[in-house]
């Protein structure tokens, strides 16, 4: 099941519409009924609640106002994996401890404090 924080695709007629993120999930005073609070990841953002069915946020096909909708929850892919030279290891990793030649970093918290 879906939980919050939880990225959803919602589906409009089989079709991908929009990305949400999910914020809360309340129980709703029926029994397998929640109270499914949205966040719409569109321009502008808008939170929107509605009511479903457990079985609904698991990514069952369901209506709203005539029209088929589903929920399917986002997985991130795994990040991928440099390809190897030829058999031999990548290049080796540099630790945070290693000093780069690119730019500087400078860090924001460190300028609030002056």
């Not at 991908?16 to 397998?32: G, M, Q, T």
């Not at 949205?38 to 209506?63: A, R």
């Not at 997985?75 to 290693?98: D, I, Y």
Request: glycine residues 6%; charged residues 25%.
């Amino acid at each position: 099941m879906a939980r919050e924080n939880d990225i959803v695709l919602i589906y409009f007629e089989g079709q991908p519409l929009v990305f949400a993120r999910i914020e809360s999930i309340l129980a709703d005073s029926k029994p397998n009924w929640y109270h499914v609070e949205l966040l719409m990841l569109q321009v502008p953002l808008t939170v929107v609640t509605w009511i479903l069915k457990d079985i609904y946020i698991n990514g069952e096909d369901f209506t709203m106002d005539g029209k088929k909708m589903r929920l399917e929850r986002v997985v991130a892919p795994a990040p991928e994996v440099a390809p190897e030279e030829e058999g031999g290891p990548g290049p080796p990793l540099r630790t945070r401890s290693q000093k780069s030649a690119g730019p500087k970093v400078i860090s924001l918290a460190d300028i609030k404090k002056t």
